[in-house]
């Protein structure tokens, strides 16, 4: 069974749109990852939280986990074609296993 | 500084053939992870290590798979005898403590 899943499962935006890809558990997080991959390429660390209630930002992203520590959001505002991507959200299960959501494949069109 | 380097990049067999995926992870990073990633079931860990010693292998599909860390700075993933499911990109990854860095990825495919 699988224990993140990610929302929506693919998403095409048309550029200088605001977009929102979410990552829900079942159980409480220790940590959680977000990630980015290009087609043909590795995964690329973008934000880590660990703390209920924390917001992150990194230029136009920005990533929040809820109080209870079971739901992640990835907001990307004014997106650009080079947003796209596979964004996946990893998390600590046991705190040191990191499994990895099923990914929210993005396209940005001019 | 070089990041995780895996080997090789593509790798094409026959069924029934074995299949070894390379990987050397970051210097001073000691834990190390191998993912398997497909369409149907994203990205699935397979095992890791922690300071060469492996922890948790419940991801391990069957029998067929087998993963070695004979030293800090090299593991394998091993397939024998391979089959067309296994078909995959393999990525292996390394960490000091939580953050993961990812190698490129090995393209594999089993005819």
New interface residues.
């Given amino acids: 069974s ?1 224990e993140l899943e990610q929302s929506p499962q693919s998403l095409i935006v048309q550029e200088g749109k605001n977009l929102t890809i979410n990552c829900t558990s079942s159980k409480t997080l220790y ?1 959680l ?1 977000w ?1 980015k991959q290009k087609y ?6 973008l934000m ?1 939280l660990q703390k209920g209630g924390e917001e992150k930002s990194h230029e136009k992203i920005t990533a929040k986990l809820d109080e209870k520590k079971q739901q992640s959001s990835l907001h990307i505002t004014a997106s650009q074609p080079s947003h796209a991507g596979i964004y ?1 959200c ?1 998390a ?1 299960i046991n705190t ?8 929210t494949r993005l396209q940005v069109f001019p | 500084d070089a990041g995780v380097i895996q080997s090789p990049r593509h790798e094409v067999t026959e069924m029934g053939q074995e299949v070894t995926l390379r990987c050397k992870p970051i210097s001073g990073h000691n834990s190390l992870f191998w993912y398997r990633q497909t369409m149907m079931r994203g990205l699935e860990l397979l095992i890791y290590f922690n300071n060469n010693v492996p922890i948790d292998d419940s991801g391990m599909p069957e029998d067929r798979f087998s993963a070695k860390m004979p030293n800090a700075s090299f593991s394998t993933l091993k397939i024998q005898p391979s089959e067309p499911r296994d078909s995959a990109v393999y990525f292996c990854a390394s960490t000091p403590s939580q953050k993961l860095f990812f190698g490129s990825g090995t393209q594999l495919s089993v005819l």
């Fill in positions: 699988q940590g990852y990630y043909g390429e590795g995964l690329i660390f880590m996946l990893g600590d040191d296993k990191l499994i990895f959501g099923t990914g």
